[in-house]
C-alpha cells in the first residue's frame, strides 16, 4: 500500500532551488552563473532525475560532476546530492551548508545470521555489527541497541563499505549488517535462510 506523504517546505526554499534549476545562479560575488554545477553520487539510482533533467532542454544550465559535500565545500560545484546525515556531520566545520530538499528517503534494515543466536535487537549484544561507520545506517544501529536498553560499547561495531557487507555476512565475519538498500537485501540472500 502506497503511503501519502505531506512535503512543507518554505517558499523562499522552493523559489531558490527552482531558480536554481534554471540556471539563475546568484554566486557570492554578486555575478549570475552560466551553469549550475551540480555534484552528485554516483553510485545511487536516486540521481538519476538529475540525470534525466541535465538531457532535457530544461537542463540545459546544469552541469553534473561526481561529487558530494566535500566537492561543495571545496567551492567546486553549487550544490552537491548526499545523505542528509552526512550534511549534519559537515555543518559543524562549515555552517553554510543547507539541505533544500529530500530526495529519497530510505529504509534501513538490520540483517542478522539466526546461526549467530540473533533473533530480537535484544540478541545483538556481544556481536560483531557491520556498518558505514558515521552515516545514517550507523546512526540506525544505535538508536536500534538504545530501543532495548543497549549501548554502542555492548557490540563491536566494524566499519565496512557497504558491497563489503553480504560477503562478510556470509563468511561468519560479522554477526549482522545495519544498511540501507540494496546492501541489505544482498547481505539477506547472501545467507539465505539463515538470515
Not at 18 to 36: S, Y
Request: charged letters at 20%.
Amino acid at each position: 500500500m502506497a503511503q501519502e506523504r505531506k512535503v512543507r517546505a518554505r517558499p523562499l526554499s522552493i523559489v531558490a532551488a527552482a531558480c536554481a534549476c534554471m540556471g539563475l545562479l546568484v554566486v557570492p560575488n554578486g555575478a549570475v552563473a552560466e551553469k549550475l554545477r551540480v555534484g552528485v553520487n554516483l553510485t545511487t539510482i536516486e540521481t538519476l532525475p538529475i540525470y534525466l533533467v541535465e538531457r532535457e532542454r530544461a537542463g540545459v544550465g546544469i552541469e553534473l560532476s561526481g561529487g558530494a559535500i566535500p566537492s561543495l565545500t571545496a567551492g567546486n560545484v553549487d550544490v552537491a546530492t548526499n545523505a542528509e546525515t552526512q550534511a549534519i556531520l559537515r555543518s559543524t566545520a562549515n555552517a553554510e551548508i543547507r539541505v533544500i530538499l529530500t530526495v529519497a528517503e530510505y529504509d534501513y534494515r538490520i540483517v542478522a545470521r539466526r546461526s549467530a543466536g540473533v533473533r530480537t535487537a535484544m540478541d545483538l549484544r556481544g556481536k560483531k555489527i557491520a556498518t558505514s561507520l558515521n552515516s545514517s545506517a550507523h546512526f540506525y544501529i544505535v538508536k536500534t541497541l538504545q530501543s532495548v536498553g543497549l549501548s554502542e560499547p555492548d557490540v563491536t561495531v566494524v566499519g565496512m563499505t557497504p558491497p563489503e557487507m553480504p560477503a562478510a555476512l556470509a563468511r561468519g565475519d560479522v554477526d549482522a549488517v545495519s544498511i540501507w538498500e540494496p546492501a541489505a537485501e544482498q547481505s539477506a540472500k547472501a545467507i539465505g535462510l539463515d538470515a
